[in-house]
């Protein structure tokens, strides 16, 4: 994990958000678990926030949550596909 | 990883002390400059009664019908603050009053009482204003169930009162009244103005809140009339966890189909247009004025803040107005609701005054068109339910059941999915780390894993969307348990130490407050909290089950959300917490059962394995 005060907010800001959804989800007694897509978007959330500056995350926010209706497709999507991801750590 | 979540809930609770703080306090005054009239204290406006006038009166001339208008003096005495010695706010208003001038030394004039089996108000001879507005059938929550109760008041200063009246801005309020009774429940009072006769009649009916209101006198011909309530209405109910700011006071005009509602502070604001009435309200009593002719006319009115008041919150504003219209012939007509916001009072006037009781937030898919049909709906089934049980504690649960009945399909799916998602994690992980480098084909892999175990997240019912319907109607129920005068005062058998479902619940009373912060203090035991705090960890712990217990998410999840909602729902309105009470359980039924159709299902795979 690199350092620097912007990452470290990003970081703070990626947890305040899904903490804020489960506290939500929590308060109307949602369920998880009927996730069309892996991760699930709070965490998909999350992890945007962490990986991409505020105004590239936030698009692709939008895009996920929008595609979660029967026609939205399913399945693995991540922020960033773990291959491409680890090739930038390297 | 850690780091940052504990990060966060410093930041989160060192902004809620910031804002809790003194110091928060002048930052939100600083960016939020409160834009009052400058509100004098009463030997200060005795002191100097001009000053304060001209400067109220200067910016409000212009408004109204062009001439210097005294209508803007009687409501700038309403801006002092409650004058609680009469000689006082006698010599402070003389220079106002343009009426015949009372002799100087301090008279008491006759005060009346009139009443029906709903109403008792009490008129003084000076103005013929009502100083008192009792409602008979409504007791203060202190003395609620202990035999002699004492009805509440709806006037906030007598010293100012309600329906003063006005004929061309010139205030009547320093006239001396006379009674006389007449026929049908009519009262009036009678002076003269000028050598000619005022008569102000009030008119009672049986069985109702509603007053009517007369002014008559020659005076009138082509005059224009006013309606003073210089008076805010006053508080009755005790503080909660939000200071009030939950129910806080409400100024609401509507004309046509225009509805305003003004919770906040202005200045001092004038609006014309043809009103239908202008409201003000409390949490749970209002007083509304109908004029019987819809014509043009003007609504001036003023927000101050009620003192002792420590901060600008909203709850602690309070409003008075006047409303203007020309005169019909010689006469004045006005219809005054003087009751509670109960829906079904409201409804039968017939003019939307329950509008004014349960609102939306417009930029929300306009929530303010339909979201107080929801609210009504569900309140209206609370009373059907009460009709047959008598029990509002009954009703609320029976309304939970209801609700998860309605979105059982949704939830009975999802906890279904969820259940056997459990199950499949680790497979899953490791379809995940086997095919990390390759997204098709792990995407492949996994409809392939899904399709074995016979889970399909496109069965379930389109995704997350359908599950924020319940949104809706769990606010509803907030906002009907913590608005609806019904449940005022009502206890349950379900929890039989509490005695008013409204209030927050007090299992023992502390004679001392426990500061806690972001709250006004817990001056009570409560055990439904807990209850519901317990359930909610149980619950969680439930869904939980056989997954990774290292996982810092899960954790949070675990401890933090009940010890949050504990705090969150201490100073609660007790029929909200029965109602997450009960809903937990009955969630928790569900899981139970799920869980165990689950584990029977996969344990006969295993089997024919």
């Known amino acids: ?90 | 990883m850690n780091k940052d979540k504990i990060a966060m809930f410093a930041l989160i609770i060192a902004t809620l002390l910031f804002f809790q703080s003194p110091v928060g306090d002048s930052v939100v005054a600083k960016f939020f400059p409160a834009k009052n009239v400058p509100v004098a204290d009463s030997t200060n406006a005795a002191d100097q009664p001009e000053a304060l006038l001209t400067k109220v009166a200067a910016p409000a001339s212009a408004r109204l019908t062009g001439e210097d208008s005294p209508i803007v003096d009687t409501v700038a005495v309403a801006a002092t603050p409650a004058v609680t010695d009469s000689t006082n706010s006698t010599t402070a208003d003389s220079t106002v009053a343009v009426a015949p001038v009372a002799p100087v030394a301090p008279i008491k004039p006759d005060t009346t009482t009139i009443e029906n089996d709903r109403i008792r108000l009490v008129v003084a001879g000076d103005g013929a204003r009502i100083i008192s507005a009792k409602l008979k059938r409504y007791s203060y929550a202190k003395e609620m169930g202990h035999g002699d109760s004492i009805p509440v008041e709806l006037v906030a200063d007598p010293a100012r009162g309600f329906a003063g009246a006005a004929i061309n801005n010139q205030s009547l309020n320093k006239s001396i009244f006379v009674y006389a009774k007449g026929a049908d429940g009519r009262h009036t009072f009678t002076t003269l103005v000028n050598g000619v006769e005022v008569k102000k009649s009030f008119v009672f009916a049986d069985s109702s809140y509603v007053v009517g209101y007369e002014l008559e006198s020659a005076l009138l011909k082509g005059a224009s009339a006013s309606i003073l309530f210089s008076s805010g209405i006053s508080e009755t109910e005790t503080k909660d966890n939000w200071g009030m700011t939950r129910n806080p006071r409400l100024l609401s005009i509507k004309s046509g189909k225009d509805l305003e509602k003004i919770n906040k502070k202005f200045d001092r604001k004038s609006v014309a247009g043809k009103f239908d009435w202008v409201t003000m309200s409390s949490a749970y009593f209002a007083v509304a004025v109908m004029p019987s002719s819809i014509q043009d006319g003007a609504v001036e009115a003023l927000s101050e803040q009620i003192t002792p008041a420590p901060k600008d919150k909203p709850g602690n504003l309070i409003y008075s107005f006047a409303h203007t219209a020309n005169a019909v012939g010689s006469k004045s007509n006005y219809d005054i609701y003087f009751g509670p916001t109960k829906i079904t009072e409201l409804q039968a006037l017939n003019v939307g005054l329950n509008k004014t009781v349960f609102s939306g937030w417009k930029l929300f898919f306009g929530a303010n068109m339909w979201f107080p049909a929801i609210c009504e709906f569900t309140l209206w089934l609370m009373n059907a339910f009460f009709i047959v049980f008598h029990d509002y504690g009954i009703a609320i649960v029976l309304i939970t059941v209801i609700l998860r009945l309605v979105t059982f399909p949704l939830t009975q799916s999802s906890m279904k999915s969820m259940s056997k998602m459990r199950d499949l994690q680790p497979k899953l992980q490791a379809v995940q780390e086997k095919y990390k480098n390759n997204p098709q084909m792990l995407q492949a892999k996994m409809i392939e894993l899904y399709r074995e175990e016979g889970v399909n997240p496109l069965s379930s019912l389109g995704g997350c969307i359908p599950m924020l319907l319940q949104m809706p109607i769990m606010i509803a129920v907030y906002n009907v348990v913590s608005k609806a005068v019904e449940l005022r005062g009502k206890s349950t058998v379900l929890v039989p130490w509490v005695k008013d479902l409204s209030q927050k619940e007090a299992l023992i009373n502390l004679p001392f407050t426990i500061p806690v912060p972001f709250t006004s203090g817990y001056d009570t035991i409560a055990l439904l909290p807990l209850i519901m705090a317990v359930l909610m960890f149980v619950q969680t712990k439930m869904s939980m089950k056989g997954a990774n217990s290292n996982d810092p998410n899960q954790m949070m999840m675990l401890y933090m959300m009940p010890v949050m909602m504990f705090f969150m729902f201490y100073n609660m309105p007790a029929g909200l917490t029965v109602y997450f009470t009960f809903s937990s359980i009955l969630q928790i039924v569900q899981q139970y059962f799920v869980d165990r159709a689950n584990a029977k299902k996969s344990s006969s795979v295993t089997i024919v394995k």
């Open chain 1, 1 to 90: 994990m690199s350092g620097g005060v912007k990452m470290q907010f990003r970081r703070i800001l990626a947890e305040l958000v899904y903490f804020g959804v489960r506290f939500i989800k929590r308060l109307f007694f949602m369920q998880d678990g009927t996730c069309r897509f892996e991760p699930t978007c709070s965490q998909y959330t999350r992890e945007a926030i962490q990986l991409l500056p505020l105004h590239k995350a936030l698009p692709k926010i939008i895009r996920r949550v929008s595609r979660c209706h029967p026609r939205g497709g399913f399945g693995y999507d991540p922020v960033i596909p773990k291959n491409v991801n680890q090739k930038e750590k390297m």
